[in-house]
DNA sequence: CCCACGTGAGACACAGTTGTCTCAATTTAG
DNA sequence: CTAAATTGAGACAACTGTGTCTCACGTGGG
């Protein structure tokens, strides 16, 4: 049968989100493949997750091109910025939770232009006026991704349905950073 | 020298969040003592993992406990727990991330009568009206924890000022789930 | 000053995991 | 149907980390 490269990282990331310990031959069995089949395809562990961690950080790039956060109204770029990370938060929690199983220079640039971007964001709306000064864009940042990660577990683990994940995440987030309330 | 229980367990704690692979010797490096003496106060990984999340329940346990969150208002309520909660971050980080060092039953359930406080203290504001219905008790439980680590992590790197992050948390938090608003 | 206690350092045996390899079985393509 | 490609299973050597132990050293108390 084929190897679906793709779908073994995504396997992988999810495991090793929650088990960061957890060895070879459980991520091949989670990945529904032999310990053999991971290592002719990776090289070792650090290989695979230095791959897994490229691929998460292609994705959640290519989810911020198809949100197109820098154009529009920034309140919008933020639903739409949710809604396209969501599919990718397996990825998202693995890549934010800097759980340090990767000390890779190329993931750490790849994460900080991500960050970048989202950060510019923050600062866009604020310098429009429609989000709050006195929490930083930093702050703002971190918050985000850790709503979205959390949303990412709360559906795997059956506390938070698939569909309203998008949702409960923005209106939190922009509830609470929006200005011209009390 | 004496040998400092809570602190290694905090050091411990705060190690294992970021790296939750690291070795007993970098766990006894992290906290000052030698691997040896980690050896003699606890009889093995899996002791040390077990103690540290015990520690953990009782802390969270007595920060609840001092932020009185069954009594007055909701909101006040959260503020206070959220206050309360910031210099345990670390071990709720560690609770909350269930990565899966640990699986035991003791902690299991400690953290479930956390929740469960935590989780009354959202359905009671939710029943005086205070606030929203649409974001469920179980969601907001989850956002919570996941801010409160978030911010712990941002102030160990510098990206909020630890007297600024119980703020942020606390008006990006109840900016979102206050009703009355937009 | 002396003794008891506790620690750090390092050695050592053991267990688990990794990485590689081989062979049989399965799948895929022609 | 056949051949090539790929996979699964398991063996094996090497490596890493764990857990235990011993000894020397430092600290504190009497």
Same mark, same amino acid.
């Given at each position: 049968?084929?190897?679906?490269? @793709? =779908?073994?990282?995504?396997?992988?990331?999810?495991?090793?989100?929650?088990?960061?310990?957890?060895?070879?031959?459980? &991520?091949?069995?989670?990945?529904?493949?032999?310990?053999?089949?991971?290592?002719?395809?990776?090289?070792?562990?650090?290989?695979?997750?230095?791959?897994?961690?490229? #691929?998460?950080?292609? =994705?959640?790039? !290519?989810?911020?091109?198809?949100? *197109?956060i820098e154009e529009g109204d920034p309140v919008e770029a933020v639903r739409r910025l949710? !809604?396209?990370?969501?599919?990718?938060?397996?990825?998202?929690?693995? #890549?934010?939770?800097?759980?340090? #199983?990767?000390?890779?220079?190329?993931?750490? !640039?790849?994460?900080? *232009? &991500?960050?970048?971007?989202?950060?510019?964001?923050? *600062?866009?709306? $604020? @310098? $429009?006026?429609?989000?709050? /000064?006195?929490?930083?864009?930093?702050?703002?940042?971190?918050?985000? /991704?850790?709503?979205?990660?959390?949303?990412?577990?709360?559906? =795997?683990?059956?506390?938070?349905?698939?569909?309203?994940?998008?949702?409960?995440?923005?209106?939190?987030?922009?509830?609470?950073?929006? *200005?011209?309330?009390?």
């Open positions: 049968m084929t190897f679906d490269r @793709e =779908q073994v990282l995504r396997d992988a990331a999810a495991l090793l989100t929650r088990k960061a310990t957890a060895s070879m031959d459980e &991520i091949a069995k989670a990945a529904g493949v032999s310990r053999a089949t991971l290592h002719r395809h990776f090289p070792g562990r650090d290989a695979l997750v230095r791959a897994l961690g490229a #691929l998460g950080i292609e =994705q959640l790039a !290519e989810r911020l091109d198809a949100a *197109r949710i !809604e396209e990370a969501m599919p990718v938060s397996g990825f998202l929690a693995f #890549l934010y939770g800097e759980n340090q #199983l990767y000390a890779v220079e190329e993931l750490d !640039e790849g994460w900080a *232009r &991500i960050d970048k971007r989202v950060s510019a964001l923050f *600062r866009r709306g $604020q @310098e $429009q006026g429609l989000f709050r /000064y006195d929490l930083s864009p930093a702050w703002l940042c971190e918050a985000l /991704y850790a709503l979205i990660a959390a949303s990412g577990w709360s559906v =795997q683990d059956g506390k938070v349905a698939s569909r309203d994940s998008a949702r409960m995440v923005g209106e939190l987030m922009l509830g609470g950073m929006l *200005r011209g309330r009390s």
